[in-house]
């Protein structure tokens, strides 16, 4: 396994995450698909919002800008708007992507401007102390929902398709290698690309449902999942799919901007 330290900015550690967080094995996995691709630092700006897993822009020593609550993909638009030539990756929590951020998400999708969303979906607002998410689920216990959120939970795969994202994937913080994998090919493709990570906040989100700790959850993750289309998700439905559900080529935002320019100088003469 090569080394990610030099794409650390090691003054700001340590880090905040508890202990078992999945948010730290995300950075890994990202900092991984970067190392593997032959990126520059240089070439690549990480954009986010505000939550434990958005902390990510400021460790990582790339261009970053850290901006607010689910706020990163507007930011982002205008970074990739102004700057088409970079990588423009977005790290984010469930709640900055999907509650707070969620009409961002959508039209982002639907444009499909170039850029990498990372979803890490702890189902819960790990930052702000357990608070339910739109993940967090019917029936599961958070800081807010006592006696059982009543809340019906998104498909987040589901929604980034509907609303016309041109990449989509799921996996776990078990499933390193696909991570890794999933994060590369998002990272090249030219379009919209969400990758859902489903991640372990074991400090609310398992401690509320009595889960148990981190390795446990990520046992759940190991056992509740399975490869998109397989056997045993034909047997039991209730499985989660893992897997790229969407890679498509479809015309991208930047390149559409761009030739708009070019007919509006020429119509200028
Ligand atoms: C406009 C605004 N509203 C609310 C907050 C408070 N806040 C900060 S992070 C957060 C939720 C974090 O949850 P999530 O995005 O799922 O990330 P996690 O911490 O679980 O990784 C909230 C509500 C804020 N910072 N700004
Ligand atoms: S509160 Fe949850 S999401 Fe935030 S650092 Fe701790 S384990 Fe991670």
Redesign the pocket.
């Known amino acids: 396994m090569t080394s990610v330290k030099k794409y650390i900015r090691e003054r700001f550690f340590p880090h905040i995450w508890c202990p078992g967080c999945g ?1 730290g094995i995300v950075l890994n996995c990202m900092l991984r698909a970067v190392d593997q691709m032959g990126l520059e630092k240089n070439d690549i700006v990480v954009v986010s ?7 990510i822009s400021g460790y990582v020593d790339f261009h970053s800008l850290h901006t ?4 990163a993909l507007a930011f982002a638009t205008g970074v990739k708007l102004s700057k088409p030539e970079l990588k423009v990756i977005v790290p ?6 999907l ?3 969620g009409n961002h998400f959508i039209h982002a999708a639907r444009r499909n401007i170039d850029m990498t969303a990372i979803v ?3 189902r ?5 102390g357990g ?1 339910y ?1 739109p ?1 967090t689920g019917y029936g599961k216990a958070a800081t807010t929902a006592p006696y059982g959120n009543i809340d019906h939970d998104f498909d987040i795969v589901e929604l980034a398709k509907a609303a016309g994202a041109s990449f989509v994937a799921r996996t776990t913080t078990y499933h390193v290698q696909q991570m890794i994998d999933m994060i590369k090919k998002a990272v090249a493709h030219e379009g919209f690309a969400v990758v859902e990570i489903l ?1 372990q ?1 074991p400090t ?1 989100f398992g401690r509320k449902n009595k889960i148990g700790d981190a390795v446990e959850m990520m046992e759940w993750f190991k056992d509740n999942t399975t490869p998109i289309g397989s056997e045993a998700k034909r047997k039991n439905p209730s499985l989660i799919e893992r897997g790229i559900f969407v890679q498509d080529k479809k015309l991208e935002y930047c390149s559409e901007y761009d030739k708009i320019i070019e007919k509006a100088m020429k119509g200028r003469g």
């Not at 919002?49 to 902390?55: D, H, L, P, W």
């Not at 607010?68 to 706020?71: E, P, Q, S, Y």
């Not at 984010?92 to 992507?97: F, I, K, L, Q």
């Open positions: 948010h919002g505000i939550g434990c897993s958005s902390r607010l609550h689910g706020r984010m929590g469930d709640g900055d992507a509650a707070i951020g890490m979906n702890n819960i607002y790990g930052m702000t608070q998410s993940l991640s906040c609310y």
